[in-house]
């Protein structure tokens, strides 16, 4: 892909020297998945949430219940002498949490709730149309994770961007330090830890993600029984599952506040319109040109 020249006249993480260069760094099949999946993932989390609400316990193990002393996680509400409160309780040690989780609302019409209103999709309790609303979005991160991987075996974006190579591991220390003193280089390639985040989340944790959803499947038990046993049970499938996204909202806070750092303008005009740009090559080591 030819490169392209131009003077970007910018302020703070955006400036540009005259010497950068755009380049054409995300394709549009990178382009699309991504905003699929940003798009699919916001309404599977509040949805998912909102079905949470409905048995706000984590357990490991295959059953659960009062007979059984595996419950992990726990959001519920409680009369103390201060009136109603909220709590998490973690592994056995519990913390108050009125106000945003377990007894939430406004003034005056607080009701007992696992996630709040505002954090749900439908705000007010409705399981039956949370599940609609979980397992569409579900069924297009699946399509969108299978379309993104066949396009990018077949034009090399896993092997050319994703793929850690010996050189990426020699570079992470600096790389962590870089990041640590918000220290940016603007180049055609993934830095290290951007390979192992997009690597961990594109074929770990969206994986799992679906693996066990279809695990906590009625239906799909029938199809494939021994998938719960592999993963230790069906309580164990939905705690993995609620961890999962736990990690995934975890890693949306970072992108974000990388992206703001690093310059948003570049950021996301490249994932936009493919458009990325780059510092001038003495500022940065690597190669000079890339293919998408």
Avoid at 129 to 156: K, P, Q
């Amino acid at each position: 892909m030819e490169t392209v020249a131009r003077s970007q006249p910018a302020t703070g993480a955006d400036a540009a020297p005259k010497d950068a260069t755009l380049i054409y760094r995300q394709s549009r099949w990178t382009r699309l998945t991504h905003w699929l999946w940003a798009f699919s993932l916001f309404f599977m989390l509040l949805s998912g949430l909102q079905i949470f609400n409905a048995r706000p316990q984590l357990y490991i193990g295959k059953e659960s219940g009062f007979g059984y002393n595996n419950t992990i996680l726990q959001i519920g509400a409680e009369n103390t002498d201060k009136g109603p409160r909220g709590f998490t309780e973690i592994f056995g040690h519990r913390f108050d949490t009125t106000g945003v989780l377990g007894w939430s609302g406004p003034p005056g019409q607080e009701t007992p709730r696992a996630f709040p209103s505002w954090a749900t999709i439908p705000s007010y309790y409705d399981l039956g149309t949370a599940r609609v609303v979980h397992f569409f979005f579900a069924w297009v991160l699946s399509a969108t994770l299978l379309v993104w991987l066949i396009a990018a075996l077949f034009n090399g974006h896993i092997r050319r961007d994703l793929a850690p190579r010996v050189e990426d591991l020699r570079k992470l220390p600096r790389d962590i330090v870089d990041h640590a003193k918000l220290r940016f280089h603007h180049t055609r390639e993934y830095n290290t830890l951007q390979k192992m985040a997009y690597g961990g989340v594109l074929f770990v944790l969206l994986p799992l993600m679906i693996v066990t959803g279809l695990a906590m499947s009625p239906s799909m038990n029938s199809v494939l029984p021994w998938l719960n046993e592999i993963l230790g049970g069906r309580q164990t499938a939905r705690t993995i599952h609620f961890t999962v996204m736990v990690l995934l909202v975890l890693f949306f806070i970072v992108h974000m506040l990388m992206i703001i750092a690093a310059g948003p303008i570049n950021e996301l005009r490249s994932i936009i319109t493919g458009w990325y740009r780059t510092d001038p090559p003495e500022k940065h080591d690597g190669p000079a040109e890339r293919s998408i």
